[in-house]
């Protein structure tokens, strides 16, 4: 039966996505629903819980509200909540509740603008998605409404698309990719959506690229390319990949070419190859940094949004009997750990932890994809490829 699972976990869902993109933007989140889908996000998808403040709010909903669509009951607590809290901004966010209902977020979030002075919006969650689609809508909402027109735009600078601890839950990858691309000459004018704020998100129109680091930030990237012509990189500065990426950060500047996908220009054997199961760009990095050691290399990609990111070859695989197929063939595998039991016998499996799979049962050995000395993990994975 399609879209099940018996033995494989799902990711986390479009709401934890959403508010994960949020979090450290200063606005409030309210997810509506009666506790379920705020519960799972704080305890398994957000480990930032414990050490950093954000209003992530719930709304509470219950059969009667549910049945009656007292949605006046809503907005009179979000208004009330905001008054006290002062929010740069209220996101509303769906769950499959009032998504089955029909409720009009678009007509809550004009109200509660409307009654409160502060800006309000709906991201489109619905419970159905995974967190690529969440954390994508969320920072595309961030693009559209709070990005200001840049006076011009400054050589050399560049945003970081699509980082959020979901995807880079190791703590010290943000500094590592800041410090390689400083290294080059780049200025970070801003990262979408972890270590800065929402000031800072507001310059991003300033930018001469966008460096998009996981899928959920191809929607950001596809609203500040129309609104500002800023052009877009798609790739992981990994170690010994770095380079390539760095050199399509120069070509996209200087105005050659829309975009780059600088991993996707690899070739794929016919016959068994690494198949790399995850997010489609961090794999699609690491499959790129295989390819320049002569060892093929697939992407079984997790994230429904991975249209446009994937290489000929490549596979998206959204549910279990999928994943199953996908890896069938394969003579080594790169996953998170929880995908070991549907591994066939025969192949090596290198566990590679994502928080988005498996919460915080790896966090200690989540990987920094961008601290020098990670080409020891590409070059072990070539190594039982051999």
Known sequence: MRQTRRILPVTAGDISGAASALYELGGMTVIHDPSGCNSTY?????????????LIYVSGLTDVDAINGDDGK?????????????????????????????????????????????????????????YVRGAGLALAKIAEHFVTAPAG??????NLLGMTPLDFANAKARASLIAGLEAEGWQVVSCWAMGDDLTALTQAGGASVNLVISAAGMRAAKVLGRRFGTPAVIG?????????????????????????VTYAAREISSGPAVALLGEPVTMGSL??????????????????????????????????????????????????PLYRPVVPDAAHFVPLPHLALSGRIFLAQMPDYFAPGFDAVIDAVAAVAR
Do not use: K
């Not at 704080?42 to 954000?54: F, G, L």
């Open 42 to 54: 704080n305890t398994h998808d957000e480990i930032r819980w414990y050490d950093q403040e954000s």
């Open 74 to 130: 809503l907005i009179a607590e979000i208004v009330e909540a905001a008054q006290i809290t002062r929010p740069r901004f209220v996101a509303l966010c769906n769950s499959p509740i009032p998504f089955i209902n029909g409720t009009d977020f678009e007509a809550v979030a004009a109200l509660i603008a409307g009654q409160t002075g502060v800006p309000a919006f709906y991201v489109p969650t619905s419970g159905m998605h995974d």
């Open 153 to 158: 735009r400054r050589p050399r600078t560049v």
């Open 236 to 260: 992981c500065p990994i170690e010994s990949h770095a380079p390539a990426v760095y050199r399509a950060l120069e070509r996209a500047a200087a105005g050659e070419g829309a975009s780059f």
């Open 287 to 336: 499959a790129a940094a295989l390819a320049a050691r002569s060892i093929p290399a697939r992407v079984i990609a997790e994230a429904e949004d991975s249209r446009g990111l994937l290489a000929p070859g490549d596979t998206p695989a959204l549910d279990e009997e999928a994943v199953i197929a996908a890896v069938g063939d394969a003579s080594v595998i790169v996953a998170d």
